[in-house]
């Protein structure tokens, strides 16, 4: 999940910007003009490059053309669109190579990783750091105008305090309660139910299960430990431990300043200890609005008056 910027195709005249936040889980787009107004705001499936350079290619253009739509643009307008790309998985290079060597239909595409464009969105390309805690979980700092990442090596050997870890101790924890090794808890009986309780049907779906698969059980898991199912709590509580050592390092490291982002972000903060919260700054936007500036569209445009009013829309 290093960051790998690439710009493909020479600019013409871009009067569209059009930013995509290509997670794990799900993307998140939006289509807007020259002054940061929302045209179209499209929610699609993983961009994560695990499903592959075509399967990302498609993704994008089939968000683009629900943009347009949405806009009531004619579909040829995409070649006055200046792309930003923000892709999870972005570190294999070789697929990334073939991606940003695609003959794009748009006036300009750059590419870059999730955790760059949510960065972007946070402190507008400023010093700062951010903690991504979604499908998976990545800290990326900017000191001194210096990038550095921490984490985000990919599932299951990092990704720590992510959704797909909070899924996979859930998963572990039903196992073992339905072998008898340890006492079945609401959160495990919610977890085994989905399987009809048959061990096999949980290796079978083992064996195909993506990061996001082990991720949709982390709402299961945040609800059972707001409720006080002891496993539950463990595994919340673990993850906690592992937020709070990355935001220790992050300033250990010099980071001015820190954002908590992603689809965990909200969920997981009220489980900080009082200190470690206060250490946090909200992101001035978020990684949709990173991609908008990654498209080329202005600083201020993206996160001044007219986006807010964008946000609000």
């Not at 643009?73 to 999870?88: C, F, H, K, R, Y």
């Not at 010093?127 to 900017?142: E, F, M, N, P, R």
């Amino acid at each position: 999940m290093t960051s790998n910027s690439a710009l493909t195709s020479a600019p013409t005249d871009i009067r569209y910007w059009l930013g995509i936040d290509a997670g794990g889980t799900k993307s998140l787009a939006s289509l807007v003009d020259e002054n940061g107004h929302e045209l179209g705001r499209v929610t699609a499936g993983a961009g994560n490059l695990r499903i592959g350079v075509e399967a990302v290619e498609q993704l994008t253009l089939g968000i683009a053309r629900q943009a347009l739509d949405q806009a009531g643009l004619p579909q040829d307008a995409v070649s006055t669109i200046g792309l930003g790309l923000g892709l999870a998985g972005l570190s294999r290079a070789s697929q990334s190579r073939q991606l940003t060597a695609n003959q794009w239909p748009f006036a300009r595409v750059t590419i870059a990783s999730d955790a760059e464009i949510a960065h972007l969105g946070a402190h507008g390309g400023e010093d700062g750091a951010i903690l991504i805690v979604g499908t998976g979980s990545i800290a990326y700092l900017k000191v001194d105008g210096k990038v550095d990442t921490m984490g985000g090596y990919g599932f299951p050997i990092s990704d720590e305090a992510s959704g797909a870890a909070l899924g996979l101790s859930a998963v572990r924890h039903a196992l073992r309660a339905l072998d008898g090794r340890s006492r079945s808890t609401p959160l495990s009986d919610a977890v085994t139910g989905q399987f009809d309780d048959n061990t096999v049907a949980v290796i079978e779906w083992m064996e195909t299960a993506t990061p996001g698969d082990f991720a949709s059980f982390a709402p299961l898991v945040i609800s059972y430990a707001e409720k006080g199912d002891y496993i539950a709590r463990s595994i919340v509580i673990e993850a906690v431990r592992h937020i709070e050592r990355f935001i220790e390092t992050i300033f250990e490291k010099g980071a001015p300043r820190c954002s908590l982002m992603g689809g965990l972000a909200a969920h997981l903060r009220p489980w900080l200890r009082a200190r470690t919260s206060e250490m946090l700054v909200e992101p001035a936007g978020d990684a949709v609005s990173g991609a908008l500036m990654l498209a080329g569209l202005s600083k201020d445009a993206v996160l001044g008056t007219s986006s807010q009013a964008r946000k609000g829309a």
